[in-house]
Nanobody
Framework: QLQAYGGGLVQAGDSLRLSCTASGRTISSDAMGWFYQAPGAEREFVAGIDWTGRRFEYADSVKGRFIISRDNTKNTVYLQMNSLQPEDAGVYYC??????????????????WGQGTQVTVSS
């Protein structure tokens, strides 16, 4: 089970740090990803990280603003979101890809999903 938390209401330009902690299984060998879903839109890839924490993938829209990281000793993945904009608002989900050690930006690759945490950005 994955539990995402850390969302909230912020103003444009602010930062938030999302966390995703796994329970019941270890994610230390999994590639991990963050996705977001705006109201009425499809879920989209935001960022991914390999099992070592040294290889990353980012959506073009967040490059240079968001940073994904992980702490395998805590079974946790993070998403540091800086310079947030209203278009970043939505529900953010973390996900685990148990079949790969490197991240790919496709929903279908991920096997386990968290429940989502809401991010709201006011202009």
């Amino acid at each position: 089970q994955l539990q995402a938390y850390g969302g909230g209401l912020v103003q444009a330009g602010d930062s938030l740090r999302l966390s995703c902690t796994a329970s019941g299984r270890t994610i230390s060998s999994d590639a991990m990803g963050w996705f977001y879903q705006a109201p009425g839109a499809e879920r989209e890839f935001v960022a991914g990280i390999d099992w070592t924490g040294r290889r990353f993938e980012y959506a073009d829209s967040v490059k240079g603003r968001f940073i994904i990281s992980r702490d395998n000793t805590k079974n946790t993945v993070y998403l540091q979101m800086n310079s947030l904009q209203p278009e970043d608002a939505g529900v953010y989900y973390c996900a685990a890809d148990k079949d790969r050690t490197y991240p790919v930006p496709y929903l279908s690759a991920f096997d386990y999903w968290g429940q989502g945490t809401q991010v709201t950005v006011s202009s």
